[in-house]
């Protein structure tokens, strides 16, 4: 076995009888799916009419014969067809006899279901600050902080959902620069004009994107009133249309034949109204010229970068189903029959939301992270992303400071199928200024699939061999959303909390570890993958090494990182 550790023999044959019978449900690429919704940030939602569902497990290692884990990133692929982390193999047989210590992990997001029953004795617990006294007992400059900090709202309780995206604040700038007939220097006149070609060309995009999901929900609708003026048809699905088609009445067959025929590029009805709500929210709110929560919710001085005390204390904001989602990875409470297994026992969850559906204010991020840093966050995940970053030198100044105190800063790599190394997102590892070398404890992560095939790198996955530092699973997660419910995402939003999850797992039975080893053993002690060639993101018809697809070749394995540190 390559990772030098042993298990019974009677173990091995179970896990083995249990791989065989995994290999029969083999999924396809996530993107070549008619149920994929994208979304802006670091996730895609599956909208797959047979949803994962959760289950109890008696026996975690061995489930596979009875049902699909929606939690398969904790599974071995060393003794499954599985490609996880091996989180359940750690737990069952690796750890060490020391007692393990609370490791603190910010979650900066959406906001945090801190009530889901599966999260709710996961919690980092600000013990310095009496709840809800109106007062801030610790004298950290945040009133009544207990789980966390919301930098998206104010001190009346109101938050911001929906705010607009950075390319339609930067355009703004820029408009309101030629309104004042204000000198701009020719770099920054190049920048300029490279923000409305993509302003104006997304709006662009998005507007006849709209146009014709309308035309085709119209169609749609049309042939379902063809259909209910003579049957009352229940089921208007591909597969529930097809009793129709060899009905008597003509018009209803023909009707029905229609519908099946636009399926075939819509999919269905939800799937229409998917698309029909995720343009008009594009237009309505991220790209709109007018609209400005932050000004009428926040009410914070956004041109004083340095500024901190705004926001709330309500860490779960309007909805929080992405950072739910992302706790739910990292520290869902193990063995509790509910739900999923979280990767790390030992795990206390700070929720600090700051992503809105919009794009991140840089101001946030920066505060963000040093709330985080000041408050013993050891480990800081990010699972969001944007194309620009108009005050970067603030964000890289909160950056290194997490890095002196040691923070390990996990971040998604993204997912518009592109090379990082040609095209950066933000925030990123590198300073804007040169002279500044890049954070040392930071790690970009991509997100790989179920199966060691060519689709093992997920098709929306970033990748980068010179900046995306190891992949992770990312491909039809479960995990848990806000009311005590779960659900399946994918996106790089998910494989960033497995590295967090598997390092706070570490970290918790190794606390004499520094960050920058860590991050080491994280990369070095990847699952690589010498033979395997993969679909290329960004040119699907492709083949490359799986090894050219970031810095460390490799998925990352928690059984080999706990073989290592056991040998060592």
């Known amino acids: 076995m390559k990772n030098g550790y042993k298990l019974s023999a009677l173990a091995i044959a179970i896990m083995v009888s249990s791989s065989v019978s995994a290999n029969v449900n083999i999924e396809p690429d996530p993107m070549n799916s008619p149920f994929i919704k994208d979304v802006k940030g670091n996730i895609i939602e599956d909208y797959s009419p047979q949803p994962i569902e959760p289950a109890i497990f008696s026996m975690r290692m061995f489930s596979e014969v009875a049902v699909e884990r929606g939690d398969w990133f904790n599974m071995s692929a060393n003794y499954s067809s599985f490609q996880g982390v091996g989180a359940d193999i750690v737990y069952d047989f690796m750890l060490p006899p020391r007692k393990p210590q609370p490791i603190i992990v910010a979650v900066l997001d959406s906001g945090v279901?801190?009530?889901?029953?599966?999260?709710?004795?996961?919690?980092?617990?600000n013990e310095d600050e009496i709840p809800n006294n109106g007062i801030d007992d610790d004298n950290n400059g945040y009133i009544d902080d207990v789980h966390g900090w919301n930098f998206l709202g104010n001190s009346l309780g109101v938050n911001v959902d929906h705010d607009t995206v950075e390319v339609t604040r930067e355009y703004k700038k820029y408009l309101a620069l030629k309104e004042n007939n204000d000198w701009i220097s020719p770099e920054k006149l190049k920048y300029y004009q490279g923000v409305?070609?993509?302003?104006?060309?997304?709006?662009?995009?998005?507007?006849?994107?709209?146009?014709?999901?309308?035309?085709?929900t119209e169609e749609a609708n049309d042939y379902k009133e063809q259909i209910l003026d003579v049957v009352d048809h229940k089921d208007f699905t591909v597969e529930g249309l097809q009793s129709l088609l060899g009905h008597p009445n003509s018009e209803v067959a023909e009707a029905a034949k229609g519908l099946i025929s636009l399926f075939e590029s819509w999919y269905s009805f939800d799937y229409l109204a998917s698309r029909t709500n995720s343009y008009k929210e594009s237009l309505d709110y991220h790209y709109n010229l007018d609209f400005d929560p932050?000004?009428?919710?926040?009410?914070?001085?956004?041109?004083?970068?340095?500024?901190?005390?705004?926001?709330?204390?309500?860490?779960?904001?309007?909805?929080?189903?992405?950072?739910?989602?992302?706790?739910?990875?990292?520290?869902?409470?193990?063995?509790?029959?509910?739900?999923?297994?979280?990767?790390a026992n030992h795990a206390q969850i700070m929720a600090v939301r700051m992503v809105p559906n919009g794009d991140e204010r840089d101001k946030d991020i920066a505060n963000a992270v040093r709330y985080a840093v000041d408050n013993g966050a050891k480990i800081i995940n990010m699972s969001f992303g944007k194309n620009y970053s108009p005050r970067k030198s603030v964000v890289d100044h909160a950056f290194r400071y997490a890095a002196r105190k040691g923070v390990l800063i996990v971040h998604s790599a993204g997912n518009s199928k592109t090379?990082?190394?040609?095209?950066?997102?933000?925030?990123?590892?590198?300073?804007?200024?040169n002279w500044s070398r890049p954070i040392s404890t930071w790690l970009d992560v991509g997100a790989s699939g179920k199966y060691a095939d060519d689709a093992m790198v997920a098709s929306f996955s970033n990748f980068g061999q010179e900046t995306v530092d190891v992949f992770a699973p990312g491909y039809r997660v479960l995990s848990s959303t806000p009311g005590n419910t779960y659900a399946a995402y994918s996106g790089t939003s998910?494989?960033?909390?497995?590295?967090?999850?598997?390092?706070?797992?570490?970290?918790s039975h190794y606390p004499d570890l520094t960050a920058q080893e860590l991050k080491q053993l994280l990369m070095t002690q990847s699952r690589t993958y010498p033979e395997l060639l993969v679909k290329k993101p960004s040119s699907p018809t492709e083949l490359v090494p799986f090894s050219t697809l970031s810095i460390s070749g490799g998925i990352v394995d928690a059984e080999a990182i706990f073989a290592k540190l056991e040998n060592r």
Not at 113 to 125: A, G, P, R, S, T
Not at 204 to 216: D, N
Not at 321 to 338: C, Q, S, W
């Open 196 to 216: 409305e070609a993509d302003y104006l060309e997304n709006v662009e995009r998005y507007t006849s994107a709209l146009e014709k999901v309308t035309e085709a």
């Open 294 to 343: 932050r000004r009428d919710v926040v009410m914070d001085d956004i041109n004083n970068p340095w500024e901190k005390g705004y926001g709330n204390n309500d860490v779960k904001g309007p909805v929080g189903a992405h950072g739910t989602h992302v706790a739910g990875i990292i520290a869902a409470e193990r063995g509790n029959g509910l739900g999923i297994d979280g990767m």
């Open 113 to 125: 279901d801190i009530d889901h029953e599966d999260l709710k004795n996961k919690l980092w617990v």
């Open 419 to 433: 090379d990082n190394d040609i095209k950066p997102s933000f925030p990123n590892r590198y300073a804007k200024h």
């Open 494 to 507: 998910m494989a960033a909390p497995v590295v967090s999850g598997v390092a706070a797992l570490v970290w």
